[in-house]
């Protein structure tokens, strides 16, 4: 009996690893190996005229943390990624808690309108931008007609148009994480709450925020995340001149061949990323 | 703890309108239960004194002041909802200190007021806990705790016993009967469960489609229901159609001729009977009305039986039998003599509350 049962347990488990084989084999071949190779790559010597060399060297990394400008790029996206991730939050929330709590029946609807923005490439989008933004664009020739500037504001190609552009992209996924952990509170709870004397900002403090803690926490680093990893905004909207950690690896990777420096600069924002994270992760648990 | 005062309360979604034109009195200390079937407008009703609906006429008093327009948190209202709704982030004790913060008691005074809340419902010794180590009938209690820590005008509680389960459930009213009784609350609570309401109530409004359709005590109720809907609602009754022939005498559709007590105007009416007030076998001989009749079916429910005895084609009554040592389940098949008296029957004109709920 006993024998028959540990048999069966057997070929379940049997069965169950089977069906995960896929999956894990396919993260293991396109993902944890190349970023092996990457980081092997990171460590060898970059020699002009002979590319990559093999060595074991850490000159890579120190080469960036010596030169003021790759510090520079590297704050800036960090920068870029935390203002984006908080204005973000502060926008999206709202919106979520709407989404969250509507009776309506144009529900589904205004989800969608929300994803909207991502139905749309990064080319499409970034062209939309410029046409809004540029010096001849909506916004500059009107606010000239209308008399209350006399000269275009400088918008494309500023840090600020990689700004708009990036959490116009990154706050639908901020939204909709929020507004499935909002709608996993019940609605009692905010009553009991008003019920007991709490006007709306104290009832959003003391029970609404403490229990979205997780989809805050979710919606932020997912959206932290993308802006530190940003490329075709950046590219498109801040034009050469503006660089992020995500065009500064293209660049070392495709244009200048280097990639043992590439591969270096990718592991550096890749770990500052995770660092970031976990440090926000451990102040907002430790908080609760 | 104050009265309170509901002045034609309507409420429309629309074109439809789930509470309509509900009046009553509630005296200070009183405890008022709504009682109706789902969709009944019970709940909107209590949500719209809590504040959580904003009614679309009419006025809500409390202690004789106009309250209508005040939002939920500036009310005075301790409220129980039907899944507790505790705050899951917080421990018992905070979660019952929380309206006292809210009205900014003093920390010395708000700790002995939760420690006297907790004790009234037995669970001082919990007060360390999150309510996700509870148990569900321990959270309700938690949730009244709560409740009657801000010392509420008026006790809202929200079917607060039908997620408990049957035991727990008669345990958990007589505690907030008891409670109630003792601090002299002015509570109302909605239930759909009649038991409940029975055992609770000083006085109780039945709702249906989002009138009120009887507001009295129990025995009112019981005794004279005030429509077919309350008769079958309330209790259980056997609904014979007919008309009414004059003279005391009532016809049913299929031809028995039986004795009423009480008169309405000629025409169609049906007649309602209480299944405890019919008699079986000889006993029923000395009713005013006796017939006999077929059994059709017996269903046994421990305390008592339900005889369900067939008089005509289209009449059916039910007999329950207490279950004496005396007492014989009849056959099936059997034919047995029924009777009632006549003053026992109760008569409705047959054009009104024919939308009737779970009629025999």
């Known amino acids: ?28 071949l396109s993902l944890l190996l190349p970023m092996a190779i990457l980081f092997r790559y990171s460590l060898n010597a970059f020699v002009p005229g002979k590319f990559m060399v093999d060595a074991l060297t850490a000159d890579n990394y120190i080469k960036f943390f010596t ?23 502060i926008i999206g929330f709202p919106l979520a808690y709407v989404l969250a709590r509507t009776q309506s029946h144009f529900k589904n609807l205004l989800i969608i309108a929300v994803v909207l923005p991502l139905f749309v490439g990064n080319a499409v989008r970034a062209a939309g931008w410029m046409v809004s933004l540029g010096n001849k664009g909506a916004f500059n020739q009107s606010m000239i007609a209308l008399g209350f500037i006399d000269a275009p504001i400088e918008i494309m190609y500023t840090e600020l148009a990689v ?30 709450a008003f019920s007991l004397g709490a006007p709306p900002l104290k009832m959003f403090w003391l029970v609404l925020w403490p229990l979205a803690i997780p989809g805050i926490l ?65 102040f907002v648990t430790n908080k609760k | 703890m104050a009265s309170l005062d509901l002045q034609s309360l309507t409420k429309s979604y629309g074109d439809n309108r789930v509470v309509a034109d509900v009046s009553l009195h509630v005296a200070q200390g009183e405890f008022l239960v709504l009682l109706g079937p789902s969709g009944c407008g019970k709940t909107t009703t209590l949500r719209m004194i809590a504040g959580f609906v904003e009614p679309s006429s009419g006025n809500i008093l409390i202690g004789g002041k106009d309250i209508t327009t005040l939002p939920p948190w500036r009310r005075n209202c301790g409220m129980v909802f039907q899944n507790y709704a505790l705050f899951p982030h917080l421990t018992v004790a905070e979660n019952v200190a929380f309206g006292l913060q809210m009205r900014k008691v003093e ?32 959270q309700q209690r938690v949730a009244l705790a709560r409740a ?30 008891e409670l109630q009784r003792k601090l002299g609350l002015t509570t109302i609570l909605v239930t759909h469960d009649q038991e409940e309401a029975l055992t609770v109530a000083d006085r109780l409004v039945v709702m249906n489609g989002g009138h009120v359709c009887q507001i009295g005590d129990k025995r009112d109720l019981y005794e004279r229901p005030a429509d077919r809907f309350v008769a ?40 309602a009977i209480r299944p405890e007030r019919c008699r079986l076998g000889t006993s029923a001989q000395t009713c005013d009305n006796h017939l006999t009749g077929q059994v059709e079916f017996v269903s046994y429910l421990g305390s008592a039986l339900d005889i369900h005895v067939r008089l005509g084609t289209q009449t059916k009554v039910i007999v329950q039998l207490s279950n004496q040592e005396s007492v014989k389940e009849p056959q099936l098949g059997e034919t047995v003599q029924i009777g009632w008296a006549s003053t026992a029957g109760l008569l409705y004109p047959s054009d009104q509350g024919r939308e009737s709920y779970g009629g025999l």
Not at chain 1, 4 to 26: C, D, E, V
Not at chain 2, 151 to 163: A, K, Q, R
């Open chain 1, 1 to 28: 009996m006993t024998l028959l049962n540990a048999n069966r347990q057997n070929k379940r488990g049997l069965t169950a690893s089977l069906l995960i084989m896929p999956a894990t084999a396919f993260v293991v």
């Open chain 2, 107 to 138: 920390s010395i005074e708000q700790r002995k007021r939760v420690k006297d809340a907790l004790t009234m419902v037995r669970l001082e010794h919990l007060a360390g806990r999150y309510p996700r180590e509870m148990s569900g009938g321990q």
């Open chain 1, 67 to 89: 030169d003021p400008y790759y510090a520079s790029v590297l704050f800036r996206t960090i920068r870029v990624a935390s203002i984006c991730t908080i204005f973000c939050l």
């Open chain 2, 148 to 177: 009657l820590a801000i010392e509420p005008d008026i006790l809202l509680l929200d079917e607060p016993l039908s997620n408990l389960d049957a035991k727990l459930r008669e345990e958990v009213r007589v505690e907030i009967r």
């Open chain 2, 232 to 271: 079958s609602f309330i209790g259980r009754s056997s609904f014979i159609e007919g008309h009414i022939k004059g003279q005391g005498l009532f016809e049913s559709t299929d031809g028995l001729q039986l004795k009423v007590s009480r008169e309405i105007n000629l025409g169609p009416a049906t007649l």
């Open chain 1, 218 to 282: 979710a919606g932020t680093i997912l959206t932290f995340i993308l802006a530190m990893n940003a490329y075709a905004t950046p590219v498109l909207l801040g034009g050469p001149k503006f660089q992020m950690m995500g065009t500064l690896i293209y660049g070392q990777f495709a244009q200048q061949n280097n990639w043992p420096f590439g591969g270096a600069i990718s592991f550096i924002l890749m770990t500052t990323t995770l660092f970031l994270t976990l440090i926000a992760q451990a």
């Open chain 1, 163 to 192: 700004l708009l552009g990036i959490i116009a992209v990154n706050l639908p996924f901020m939204v909709l994480t929020l507004q499935s952990v909002i709608e996993s509170i019940p609605r009692h709870v905010e009553e009991a």
